[in-house]
Nanobody, 114 residues
Framework: QVQLVESGGGLVQAGGSLRLSCAAS????????MGWYRQAPGRQRELVAR???????YYVESVEGRFTISRDNTKNTVDLQMNSLKPVDTGVYYC????????WGQGTQVTVSS
């Protein structure tokens, strides 16, 4: 079973940037669509960005133009560069396949202060 470890979260002021990273335990993820998901306080987990095995990307409207998802299939990593952060971006961020099919990792907390 693929294990996923997210890192890079933290506390940042509105307008700031963070770069999240997801490390997978197996190289087989290179065949999967991979996504970053967010769970805001009191809300369900939602997809914010995904990337195909070939590098095609999709973003939800609320992060389009601010977030960039990327992957390195040689390192089994998927990153999320987040710029111009807003308080509404606060939440726990997770990576997983898209659709989600692996066990969830512990996630990484992102807190954006106003």
């Amino acid at each position: 079973q693929v294990q996923l470890v997210e890192s890079g979260g933290g506390l940042v002021q509105a307008g700031g940037s963070l770069r999240l990273s997801c490390a997978a335990s197996e190289s087989s993820i290179r065949f999967n669509f991979m996504g970053w998901y967010r769970q805001a306080p009191g809300r369900q987990r939602e997809l914010v960005a995904r990337i195909s095995s070939g590098g095609n990307t999709y973003y939800v409207e609320s992060v389009e133009g601010r977030f960039t998802i990327s992957r390195d299939n040689t390192k089994n990593t998927v990153d999320l560069q987040m710029n111009s952060l807003k308080p509404v971006d606060t939440g726990v961020y997770y990576c997983n396949a898209f659709p989600a099919s692996f066990s969830w990792g512990q996630g990484t907390q992102v807190t954006v202060s106003s």
